[in-house]
Structure formats: structure tokens, C-alpha cells
């Protein structure tokens, strides 16, 4: 069985929004998880924010476009269209550390379409997939760091052979893969609870962040991981963190090179690796 029950969570304020299951993967397209559009700030049709963001949304797509056309890496950009306030509009893409550029290129082609019917008129939008997270604002959103809103997503199937173990084992390892992702944006972390399980976890922010900025992302949605699960996520507008007990990511992604060191005045020390972690 495939499903399991999802729900948004806001940190700031009490909105629980159910959605009754997950949604199942058709073989080509995006998985869509959901979206967010505060309503408040809505924009007149034809007006000059509407065609703003109509540019800032091809600049976006052509950017993933273009790195998966040089099968460059891409996977994040940010773009502005308009020269000033309140009608310029701000955006930005991330996608998941291990999807490829082509993926990645038809998640935000998707989300590109998709944003705009699922959120009509407004100014502020986000959409999250498995594959990529794309936003805009009519103010910047830029090396700003958003906890708010958050999606919960739960994996309510399966049985876990030792729970306290899992327990153990899930704290230490995703304590591990945020520190490491501070660093580098994105991380894979795993380690065996039982002979016979084992827990994947990953990690991401959006590289416009600090190091800092990324730690304080992942460590306010940590502490509200369904831990009793054999799996879950958080999605926020800049960091995602995900577990299971089944490989889900493509562990076959060769690393890329490593990034500039991050000080140990930004950072606390990274604790050392252990048998399983790797990252990119
Ligand atoms: C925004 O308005 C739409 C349509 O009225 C509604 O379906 C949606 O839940 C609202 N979103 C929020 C965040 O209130
Ligand atoms: C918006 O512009 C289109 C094309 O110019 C026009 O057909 C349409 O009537 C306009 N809509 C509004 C609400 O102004
Ligand atoms: C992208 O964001 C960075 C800050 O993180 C900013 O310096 C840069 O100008 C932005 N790029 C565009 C195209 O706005
Ligand atoms: C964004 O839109 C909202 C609602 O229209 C407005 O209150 C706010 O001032 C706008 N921000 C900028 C930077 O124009
Ligand atoms: C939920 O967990 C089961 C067992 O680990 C796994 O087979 C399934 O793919 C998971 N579902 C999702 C949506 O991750
Ligand atoms: C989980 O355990 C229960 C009770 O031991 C059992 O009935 C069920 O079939 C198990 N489910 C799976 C997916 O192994
Ligand atoms: C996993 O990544 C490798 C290396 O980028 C790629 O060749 C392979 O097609 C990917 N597999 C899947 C299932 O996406």
C-alpha cells in the first residue's frame, strides 16, 4: 500500500490543513505534494505585476532549461522581472539534490503552468514536488530564511522491527545530515538501525542561504519529523528534510565538488562521519 496521510503544519500559527492521502506517482510528471497562497495580496488581471511575473516565470524555466540543455548541474536559480516596488516580482527554484537537470527542467516547467492555476492572482506563491520547490514574492525572498509554512508528510505503513532503536539511530543521523547540508546545501546521510533496516536521510536549503541561516531552517522542522514512522518529510520555502527506511533518492548520483569550507565562526563542528554518510 502506498498511501499515507499528509498534513500542513504552520509554525507561527495554528492552521492544520488534512490532505486525506498521498499523492501517487503517474510515471513522467512531477509529484505534486501541495501549495501555499496567503490570499492576502492579490494582483489585478493585466496589470503590471501579472505580466512581471509572467517574465520572472520563463526566466525561471529557461534558467533550468538551459542547464539541462549544457547538462550543467542547475538545480537552483533565482530571478527578479521589473525595475521597482510594489510591482517587481522576486522568485526562485530549487530542486531535489539528486533529480537531474532534465528533471529538474520539467518540474519547474510543470510548477511554471501549474503555480499560476492553483494560486490565481497572487503576489506570493509557493508549490512544492518531490522533484523541485518553486516561489515568488513581490518582495524579496532572497538569503531570507522561511520556516513558514511547513508541510508534514507521514509514512503511515509499515512496521518498525525496533522502534527504540530507530529512535536512537534517527537522532543522531539526522542531526548529521542537517549539519552537513549547512555546508553544502544539500546532503544524504544513512545508517543501520537493525541487520535488516536501514534509515536514508536527506537534507537540503536553497543555496542563497547561509550556512547559519540553512542550520536554523532544518533544526526548527526537525524536531517535528513523525520519528514513529517508516518515513517523513518537511517541506518549508527554504529547506527540506526527508527520512525513510527505504532508499528513496538516486544513491547512484556521482558527488559533486565540494564547496568553499564553511568557518567554525558560522558553524559548530561538523561531527565526524561515520560508516554510510556520504554527500554532495
Ligand atoms: C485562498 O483562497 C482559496 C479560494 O477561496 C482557498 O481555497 C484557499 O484555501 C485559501 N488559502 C489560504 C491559505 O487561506
Ligand atoms: C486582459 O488583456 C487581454 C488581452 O489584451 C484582453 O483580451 C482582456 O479583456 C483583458 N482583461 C481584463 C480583465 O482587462
Ligand atoms: C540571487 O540572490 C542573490 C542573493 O542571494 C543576489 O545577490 C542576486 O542578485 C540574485 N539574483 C538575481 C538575478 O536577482
Ligand atoms: C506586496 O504586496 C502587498 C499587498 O499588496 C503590499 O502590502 C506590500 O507592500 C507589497 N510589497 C512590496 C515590496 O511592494
Ligand atoms: C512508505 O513506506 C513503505 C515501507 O517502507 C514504502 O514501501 C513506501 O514506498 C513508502 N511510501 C512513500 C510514499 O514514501
Ligand atoms: C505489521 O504488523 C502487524 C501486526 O504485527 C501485521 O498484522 C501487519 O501485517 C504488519 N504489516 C506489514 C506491512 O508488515
Ligand atoms: C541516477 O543518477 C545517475 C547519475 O547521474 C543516472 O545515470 C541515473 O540515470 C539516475 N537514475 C535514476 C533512476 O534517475
Same mark, same amino acid.
Given at each position: ?32 505534494? *501541495? ?60 530542486? /531535489? ?81 542537517? *549539519? ?31 550556512? *547559519? ?28 528534510? /526527508? ?38
Amino acid at each position: 500500500m502506498k498511501s499515507c496521510f499528509a498534513f500542513s503544519v504552520s509554525l507561527s500559527f495554528l492552521l492544520l490543513i488534512l490532505l486525506s492521502v498521498y499523492p501517487q506517482r503517474s510515471e513522467s510528471a512531477p509529484l505534486y505534494l *501541495w501549495h501555499y497562497c496567503p490570499n492576502a495580496t492579490l494582483f489585478a488581471i493585466n496589470s503590471t505585476y501579472q505580466s512581471n511575473l509572467n517574465a520572472l516565470l520563463s526566466s525561471l524555466s529557461s534558467s533550468a532549461a538551459a542547464a539541462a540543455a549544457t547538462n550543467n548541474a542547475g538545480g537552483f536559480a533565482n530571478a527578479t522581472a521589473g525595475q521597482n516596488p510594489p510591482d517587481k516580482a522576486y522568485g526562485l527554484f530549487l530542486c /531535489r539534490g539528486d533529480v537531474s537537470a532534465t528533471t529538474c527542467s520539467d518540474c519547474v516547467t510543470t510548477g511554471k503552468k501549474d503555480i499560476l492555476q492553483r494560486c490565481p492572482n497572487q503576489r506570493v506563491s509557493a508549490i512544492w514536488y518531490e522533484e523541485c520547490l518553486l516561489r515568488y514574492s513581490n518582495q524579496s525572498i532572497f538569503s531570507v530564511v522561511e520556516e513558514v509554512p511547513a508541510l508534514l508528510l507521514r509514512n503511515i505503513t509499515g512496521n518498525i522491527t525496533d522502534p527504540a532503536k530507530l529512535v536512537q539511530v534517527f537522532g543522531n543521523t539526522i542531526k548529521d545530515v542537517a *549539519w552537513r547540508a549547512s555546508g553544502k546545501t544539500f546532503a544524504i546521510a544513512t545508517a543501520d538501525v537493525t541487520t535488516l533496516e536501514r534509515l536514508y536521510t536527506m537534507a537540503q536549503c536553497t543555496p542563497d542561504l547561509t550556512p *547559519w541561516d540553512c542550520n536554523t531552517c532544518l533544526r526548527s522542522v526537525i524536531p517535528l519529523l513523525p520519528e514513529g514512522h517508516v518515513g517523513g518529510m518537511m517541506c518549508t520555502p527554504s529547506c527540506i528534510v /526527508r527520512f525513510a527506511l527505504h532508499l528513496f533518492y538516486n544513491a547512484s548520483v556521482v558527488p559533486g565538488p565540494l564547496p568553499p569550507p564553511v568557518t567554525s565562526a558560522e558553524l559548530a563542528p561538523v561531527p565526524p562521519p561515520h560508516e554510510g554518510i556520504w554527500e554532495m
